[in-house]
């Protein structure tokens, strides 16, 4: 009986997690620089965004729709599964920045610096520009 209670919770933890993970569509971090800041977006697939900062503080918004389907479709472009999971310089950038971006349980994470692909460019600089202030 308690195996049974055990798999039980077991399941319902899975289940929350997956649909969790299937209504994100990204998560986006910014971390480092020399006063060592940290930023997190996350945007879901309807297009609600929560943004958690140390400079944006707590914030709940919708991302316009327009701005929405551009996401999505640069992120679809992107092909995750063929990037690489880092992206460095070939000398470090002492106090640079990482960005790190999650998407379909792929997490890949550029530093200062470093030469990315341009469709993955894209998808940053799309991400900075719908993260708050």
Same mark, same amino acid.
């Given at each position: 009986?308690?195996?049974? @209670? ?8 899975? @289940?929350?997690? @997956? ?50 389907? @551009? ?63």
């Amino acid at each position: 009986m308690r195996k049974l @209670a055990v798999l039980v919770a077991l399941l319902a933890t899975f @289940a929350t997690t @997956a649909s969790a993970d299937a209504k994100r569509l990204v998560r986006y971090d910014v971390g480092g620089g020399l006063a060592g800041t940290s930023d997190r977006l996350v945007i879901d697939t309807d297009g609600a965004a929560h943004q958690v900062g140390d400079r944006s503080g707590n914030q709940h918004f919708n991302v316009p729709a327009k701005q929405l389907r @551009a996401l999505k479709r640069e992120l679809r472009a992107a092909r995750f599964r063929s990037l690489k999971r880092r992206y460095q310089p070939a000398l470090p950038v002492f106090d640079g920045i990482t960005q790190t971006v999650r998407h379909n349980g792929r997490s890949v994470s550029i530093y200062d610096g470093a030469d990315i692909p341009a469709r993955l460019s894209r998808v940053i600089r799309r991400l900075g520009r719908i993260m708050r202030p």
